[in-house]
């Protein structure tokens, strides 16, 4: 499950990038609000990357807040794109969110153990 989690991360992560940093006219468009969008997408990558990288949750969450804030900067050297700091916050708070429902699915398994008397 783990390997799984890691590759569909990975994907998932270099279609961000594309998303982020392709000319406008080829970002995928939803009817979702844009602002849920960039926080769905990296809450995703990150669920996916403290899941299958347990051991690194944090270091997880830096790297993916740090690559958010480097794509919404270099978005700036795209003519049909623009980097913003608000935008940065919704990417960093997805990344936030998807860290702590990782590090939340990871005590359920060893907490019902202890319910069942096994741990």
Known sequence: MMKTSRILG???LAGVVFATLAPIGLRPVTDAPV??????AYAVVSFLF???YPRHRWQVLGVLVVI????EAMQNLELTRHGRFG???VK???CWFGVMVAVVFAFIPASMAKAE???
């Open 10 to 12: 990975w994907l998932l």
């Open 35 to 40: 602002s849920l969008e960039r926080f769905g």
């Open 50 to 52: 403290a899941f299958g």
């Open 68 to 71: 958010a804030g480097a794509m």
């Open 87 to 89: 935008d940065f916050a």
């Open 92 to 94: 960093a708070a997805g």
């Open 117 to 119: 008397g096994r741990a």
